[in-house]
């Protein structure tokens, strides 16, 4: 999105003056002190992966001009060597779908409205890249997969539905097809549903669809007679090898639509999936052998894309060895021990209603209220705090087998009681353990629940130079021990002060792990679900008065289409409340959510039935709660009262005027007083005043009710 952006010439004119890669810089990262204060471009989640992409700002005086030199050389540079290369941009309709109406622009704007002035430069980049000897083009079109894709602009499928017409009436028809490239509009993540016969209509040459999360059409496409199908059948953002006579048959029925070619290829980019499998290796040999068996990384699924390839120009026959090898590897993971295990099926299958249910809410705040004595405006964070070089060393050398178990756990105990100890000091209300112990909040869990196994080298980008390394869900999901009760009980018996147990929630857990393809993940979720209610009930028993389970990824993995949504929150919400379901009405549940668009789940956010809920709301400064307000919200609420994600140190009065207009809008016995999100990712030097100033300002402001 950040090339596309230069490549239209669609900065923002605070960025302008600067060129090449400093312009990049400036614009993913923003700029200050003497190089001049610049806000960088906002970063989202793109469609419903953990991939960010930064957002380009376009509103009505949005000038775009053809920047085409990065593109261009890129492909002389490959003709030159010998290699014929298909450039890939982001197209027209998905570039301004994607893209937030600008600060300056009128309520109600919609990027989508600019596309006549955007289609001459996207014309005039196709003309160079053909003079630059590219005879194909690829054009991502996947915003055309989702119902609606930003909350700020409101563009009806219609609306994206004419735009395609008008962009590739302007782009495949009108112009000259010896001026172009061929086009190959490509659609990953979901379905073009409606929006396929009107791409069928247009004269792009070739159509690439997502057939692993979305579905082959039913019946002959009006308009595919002309084109190139690419069938996405290998899946390019799970890593489980392909059952290649189930893709084969699935490639049968895309030859019956009636394309004039059908190629084969991977359902998405794959920049979702790590490099190559065969590096890997895991300690239990079963286990070892079973996974390189079962698991296909990029370099695999190119090689899966060429079988198919091959069998659709010589004939199954061709393949027939390593379909066979395909068909054995399923099997063998259809029956492995660990990947069905009967006694946790038989705990999912028994959950009856009355498992998800809490008791009446009212009575619960009563008893919370009497155990914690807390006092109106209780200060707390949200979990983590900074993962120091001392801790990360002493992981680094305890992995190596450098520093002993009991040396590194002592080290880590030492660095909670000091995290305790500061909070004390700080006059924070409920503390925290700090999380020191975690690599991550992810991979700790995974690490420490059957049906899990995490890699070395598997990296995946989420953006910028940030990757994460996504543990893979192979198995049903048990507790075999207590994950967190020593380290929580730890922490806690140095301080009277409350201090939050710290789970990471089911959702989550799946949405930053490669799940399992063959359970619905609705199961998978209620396994997670129980394992953490067990350990939440463990916390409960040694005396742990909150809990808090957080569920950063609950709107990532929103389905696209609205039609999903529903079915979706069910099975999320309710994992989050079997989880919690159980503890005692004195018990209170705290949740995090770290993002700040909630309009469409906010009664989700309600039907989690969490006592508080913290979520990231200083650089919306606060918006979220009059929308809280108007649906009667009726529960805690710490609305993030200073960013996390900057170094820079909130003044109290700062926080005070923030928590001025919390009062305001919420019943302040509701309120809560918290950073953003988590601290690991800050150094104490901003750590200590900024919680200082927090706890100052929460001390004032409480002062006034
Ligand atoms: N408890 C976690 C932390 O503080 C939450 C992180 C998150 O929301 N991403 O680090
Ligand atoms: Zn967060």
Request: proline share 5%.
């Amino acid at each position: 999105m950040l090339d596309a952006a230069v490549t239209v010439g669609a900065l923002p004119r605070r960025f302008d003056g600067l060129t090449g890669l400093d312009a990049y810089f400036a614009a993913a990262r923003g700029t200050s002190g003497d190089a001049g204060e610049r806000a960088p471009l906002e970063m989202t989640k793109w469609f419903d992966t953990n991939y960010h992409y930064l957002v380009p700002e376009i509103g009505p005086d949005t000038t775009f001009a053809l920047d085409a030199a990065r593109l261009v050389a890129q492909v002389t540079e490959a003709v030159a060597e010998g290699y014929e290369t298909r450039p890939v941009v982001v197209g027209p309709v998905s570039f301004l779908l994607l893209a937030k109406p600008s600060d300056d622009a009128p309520a109600g704007f919609s990027p989508l409205s600019r596309l006549g002035d955007l289609l001459p430069v996207y014309a005039g980049l196709l003309r160079e890249l053909r003079e630059a000897g590219a005879t194909w083009v690829q054009l991502d079109e996947s915003g055309l997969v989702a119902d609606h894709l930003t909350d700020t602009s409101d563009v009806t499928p219609e609306a994206t539905r004419a735009a395609v017409t008008e962009a590739y009436r302007v782009l495949a028809t009108e112009l000259d097809a010896a001026e172009r490239p061929a086009i190959l509009l490509q659609a990953s993540y979901g379905s073009l549903g409606a929006a396929l016969p009107v791409v069928a209509a247009t004269d792009v040459e070739a159509v690439a669809l997502d057939l692993v999360r979305g579905a082959l059409p039913t019946g002959p496409v009006d308009g595919l007679e002309s084109k190139t199908l690419v069938a996405g059948v290998v899946d390019g953002r799970n890593i489980w090898r392909a059952d290649l006579a189930a893709k084969l048959d699935l490639l049968e029925r895309a030859q019956g639509l009636g394309a004039a070619g059908v190629v084969v290829g991977t359902s998405t980019s794959l920049q979702h999936v790590p490099h190559d499998v065969t590096t890997e290796r895991w300690d239990d040999a079963t286990l070892d052998a079973n996974l390189h068996a079962w698991l296909a990384f990029a370099d695999q699924k190119v090689a899966e894309v060429a079988v198919l390839a091959k069998a659709l120009t010589d004939g199954r026959d061709a393949v027939a060895d390593e379909v066979r090898a395909s068909s054995d590897a399923v099997a063998s993971r259809r029956d492995a021990a660990g990947v069905r295990v009967d006694a946790v099926r038989a705990r999912t299958a028994a959950l009856s209603r009355h498992d998800f249910e809490r008791g009446e809410h009212d009575a619960r705040v009563a008893e919370q209220a009497s155990r914690l004595a807390l006092p109106p405006l209780p200060t707390t964070t949200i979990g983590s705090f900074p993962q120091t070089v001392d801790i990360r060393r002493a992981r680094a050398a305890h992995a190596k087998g450098e520093l002993s178990t009991e040396a590194y756990e002592q080290a880590m105990r030492d660095e909670i009681a000091r995290v305790v100890t500061l909070q004390e000091e700080l006059g924070l209300d409920v503390l925290v353990h700090g999380e020191a112990e975690r690599n991550d909040m992810v991979q700790y869990f995974a690490e420490l629940l059957d049906g899990f196994a995490v890699t070395s080298n598997g990296w995946v980008q989420s953006y910028g130079s940030r990757c994460t390394r996504p543990s893979i869900l192979w198995g049903d999901v048990s507790r075999p021990e207590p994950m967190t009760v020593r380290w929580t009980t730890y922490a806690q018996s140095l301080t009277e002060k409350p201090l939050k147990g710290m789970l990471t929630g089911p959702v989550t857990i799946m949405a930053w792990s490669f799940v399992r393809d063959d359970v619905p993940l609705a199961e998978t979720a209620n396994q997670l679900g129980l394992a953490l209610r067990d350990e939440i009930a463990d916390l409960e028993a040694a005396g742990i008065a909150v809990v808090q389970v957080d569920e950063p990824a609950l709107r990532e993995l929103l389905p696209l289409r609205k039609a999903d949504q529903e079915t979706y929150l069910n099975w999320s919400v309710g994992s989050f409340r079997l989880a919690t379901a159980g503890v005692r009405p004195d018990t209170q549940i705290h949740t995090h959510l770290c993002y700040s668009e909630f309009g469409e789940v906010i009664g989700a956010i309600d039907h989690l039935d969490a006592d508080v809920t913290s979520i990231e709301a200083a650089r919306s400064r606060m918006e979220i709660l009059p929308e809280l307000r108007d649906e009667g919200f009726g529960r805690g609420v710490g609305p993030g009262v200073y960013d996390i994600h900057s170094p820079r140190v909130p003044s109290t009065g700062e926080v005070v005027e923030l928590l001025e207009l919390a009062v305001k809008t919420v019943d302040p016995t509701l309120l809560w007083v918290n950073p953003d999100c988590g601290l690991k990712t800050r150094g104490y030097a901003e750590v200590n005043p900024s919680l200082e100033h927090l706890v100052a300002a929460a001390r004032e402001v409480r002062a006034t009710l």
